[in-house]
Antibody, heavy 116, light 109 residues
């Protein structure tokens, strides 16, 4: 059974940092593109970042470039999102997903709240 | 990077068919056959329903189908069932990034 389990969300002050993690199981992680997608409360889906199988290519939505970093550890079957200089508009549920052109597996999401 | 355009809501009665449109431009929907559709029930994670414009993942009923013409992609659900009531989002690959539509609320009357 495929599982993606996110962790690391919580309440953080504006300007603060948070690191999200995603533990993968049930599929060949090292051959899968992975990504983060977020959803602000009551809003639609927004793609955040993609990372290639070996970590050699990374892509970001313009609004997080320079602030967020996506990374992975294939040995640990884990995906990460380092989020710095957080803003109120980054408040959302963050989903770990598998895929690049189509996202076939999704985690349950972890809530990040940026507020003072 | 503007979001893809979807109608805010659509509705239909059980057994009927509905279509949800997703409009982009030539550099996203029109330029790639990488359009996907996702179903999301309240409080749940999205579920992939269609990928690469027309393909259904294993386990998705054949009542769900996808198509594309020019810069507009479409999701059609035939034989509507009560459990189809949900939000539906389209997405398209575009030049190393991904765009999502704003979402469409499907109501089964």
């Amino acid at each position: 059974e495929v599982q993606l389990v996110e962790s690391g969300g919580g309440l953080v002050q504006p300007g603060g940092s948070l690191r999200l993690s995603c533990a993968a199981s049930g599929f060949t992680f090292r051959t899968s593109w992975m990504s983060w997608v977020r959803q602000a409360p009551g809003k639609g889906l927004e793609w955040v970042a993609d990372i290639k199988t070996d970590g050699s290519e990374k892509y970001y939505v313009d609004s997080v470039k320079g602030r967020f970093t996506i990374s992975r550890d294939n040995a640990k079957k884990s995906l990460y999102l380092q989020m710095n200089s957080l803003r109120a508009e980054d408040t959302a549920v963050y989903y770990c997903t598998r895929g690049h052109w189509g996202r076939d597996y999704w985690g349950q999401g972890t809530l990040v709240t940026v507020s003072s | 990077q503007s979001a893809l355009t979807q109608p805010a809501s659509v509705s239909g009665s059980p057994g009927q068919s509905i279509t949800v449109s997703c409009t982009g431009i030539s550099s996203d929907v029109g330029g790639y056959n990488y359009v996907s559709w996702y179903q999301q029930h309240p409080g749940k994670a999205p579920k992939l329903m269609i990928y690469e414009v027309t393909n259904r993942p294993s386990g998705v009923p054949d009542r769900f189908s996808g198509s594309k013409s020019g810069n507009t992609a479409s999701l059609t659900i035939s034989g509507l069932q009560a459990e189809d009531e949900a939000y539906y989002y389209c997405s398209s690959y575009t030049s190393s990034s991904t765009l999502f539509g704003g979402g469409t609320k499907l109501t089964v009357l």
